[in-house]
């Protein structure tokens, strides 16, 4: 995993007077509670000086960067580590800090740094490291305030579960997607608002094609439900999709997969819920586009949770308990149109201590591939 934080463009958004004069970035810390953030003080003084790079080795997280000012630099680590600088290996180390001429190192996830993990990272050659990834061009010039890459089969392996569970979500995977290789994605911040977008990789570069057919949710579905909520999730499902995620379940040979999809093939569209914060599990209210064929199975898995069912022509609905929240569905659904699969929610079901109002997260079709693209407004 590689991310770039473009601390300049980041400084000036937050109005920082970069010559000498206190910056923004302290209240930041503090406002977002980051553990033991003292620690990190330091890297604020490098945000007029480089760009940092964020990226794990060995289970390991670094942040690297510039500073012009090296002196300095080395006073404010001295102070937030309470320890002094010395030399190993060539490399000058104290705490979680390594310098070596008027480069840094951080490792983010331990008290120390090895000065020889150091200077391997300094001296490794080009075609061996990140440099050498067709992704590294995209992270040396960027427009966005952060931009990250991260490959698919690392991040499968540090998955918590066991090895059938990883390997089920890589098959998940290359069911989805073809030739899925990496994550690339962006976060910018706008006034009042964080947007992150993120989007599936092959092994060129290029958007990782999907493999089987999708279907925008239709907005006019969801707002059936109507009245008030805290959340509504939505997914389009084409009758297409299900057939195909049945015939690829098959493929792998007799599974519970295909036996249990195979009572959902009256799917044909829209499928949404819409709950409150008090007790989401007993109070929801959802609504199933259909073909208008049977749907015994969807609505016996349907009664499991005791929530009652009715048909009208071809939407199936379901309710249990009483859905109350602060935002009309018809409010929070229209954040999801163009959404393939996603969800719109205010501050109330995630506890008091959330600073955000609102959060939107929808997977959206975007060159024949599919971006993740989520909205957290303040």
């Not at 890589?170 to 977008?197: H, M, P, W």
């Not at 199975?297 to 022509?313: H, N, P, Q, R, Y």
């Not at 939407?315 to 954040?335: C, I, M, P, R, Y």
């Not at 008091?352 to 989520?374: E, I, P, Q």
Request: proline share 3%; charged share 25%; glycine share 8%.
């Amino acid at each position: 995993m590689v991310m770039v934080v473009n601390t300049e463009s980041l400084a000036k958004k937050e109005g920082v007077v970069i010559d000498g004069k206190q910056m923004k970035f302290n209240e930041i810390l503090a406002q977002a509670d980051v553990a033991d953030a003292k620690q990190f003080a330091p890297l604020l003084v490098v945000a007029p000086d480089s760009p940092m790079v964020i990226f794990n080795s060995t289970y390991k997280y670094y942040i690297t960067g510039y500073v012009n000012k090296t002196g300095e630099f080395k006073k404010a680590v001295q102070e937030a580590v309470g320890a002094q600088f010395s030399t190993q290996e060539g490399v000058d180390v104290a705490g979680n800090y390594a310098i070596i001429s008027n480069r840094f190192w951080c490792v983010l996830n331990s008290p120390t740094i090895d000065a020889k993990d150091v200077k391997y990272l300094k001296e490794l050659p080009a075609d061996r490291s990140f440099a050498n990834n067709s992704a590294a061009k995209e992270m040396t010039q960027i427009s966005d305030d952060v931009k990250g890459w991260a490959g698919i089969a690392g991040l499968t392996r540090q998955m918590s579960g066991d090895f059938a569970e990883r390997s089920m979500a890589q098959a998940g995977l290359a069911t989805v997607f073809d030739d899925a290789q990496s994550i690339i994605y962006s976060v910018n911040v706008e006034k009042d608002k964080i947007v992150a977008d993120a989007g599936i990789y092959n092994s060129k570069g290029n958007p990782s094609k999907i493999n089987i057919s999708v279907e925008e949710v239709d907005v006019d579905v969801i707002n059936k439900l109507s009245g008030t909520a805290d959340g509504v999730v939505a997914m389009g499902i084409p009758n297409k999709m299900v057939k195909q995620i049945i015939e690829a379940a098959n493929k792998q040979g007799p599974s519970m997969a295909g036996t249990m999809l195979s009572g959902f093939t009256c799917l044909d569209g829209t499928v949404a819920a819409a709950f409150g914060s008090e007790n989401p599990e007993d109070d929801f209210k959802g609504v199933v586009e259909t073909d208008g064929s049977s749907t015994s199975s969807i609505s016996e898995l349907i009664a499991m949770t005791e929530a009652k069912t009715s048909v009208e022509g071809k939407l199936l609905f379901a309710e249990k308990g009483q859905v109350t929240g602060t935002s009309n569905v018809s409010d929070l659904a229209k954040h999801l149109k163009g959404a393939v699969i996603g969800g719109s929610f205010t501050d109330k079901p995630f506890g008091d201590d959330v600073k955000f109002k609102s959060l939107v997260v929808k997977l959206v079709k975007k060159d024949g591939s599919l971006s993740l693209r989520m909205e957290c407004v303040f």
